[in-house]
């Protein structure tokens, strides 16, 4: 199978499932990086692992139907079976959901449905939750809400700051991730549960 993943920034999960890749742990081509900021992280991390990357600025198009049917277009010619959305801090539209809903999956900084949208983790810290974690779920057209597939939690410790609760999470996500798509594409129905 062929994946595309989609990030907006450091690439951190992109990074993960690179090399859960190499190590053997995700046996799937990372076949394209999408990214819609010149400035990302993700593009020097693509660049360096020989990855090609379709990066984009949305304002030189019209609309996000325009800039998604020429994204369909990359992932049509580089034949993409599967999308993870990794720090992608835009909303799927219909043009790309048409295509691949059931076949879209992102990872959320928090225990979904708790704390959905921006700033996850400064959401919890303000809810002086006890608990949060990680989610990955499939894409629909809303804003965190599609189906659930796999959570883990971290316990949030007295003097917990942004800085170190976000390297916890992150901790899990880059095992959590990789395991999850592999799983999805590799798995049997019964694993993924
Ligand atoms: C991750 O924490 C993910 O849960 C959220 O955005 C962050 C991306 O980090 N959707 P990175 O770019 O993968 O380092």
Redesign the pocket.
Known sequence: KRIAVF????????QAILDANKSGALNAKVALLVCDRSDAF?IERAEKEGVPAFVFNPKNFFDKAAYESDILEYLETMKIDFIA???YMRLVGSTLLEKYEGRIV????SLLPEFPGKDAIGQALTAAADKTG?TVHFVDSGMDTGQIIAQESVTIEPGETRETL?KK??QI?HTLYPAVIEKLLNGTKETIQ
């Open positions: 990030a907006s920034g450091n690439g951190s999960n992109f993700a959305l990794a720090g992102n990872i959320h900084p990680a976000q999470i992150q996500e």
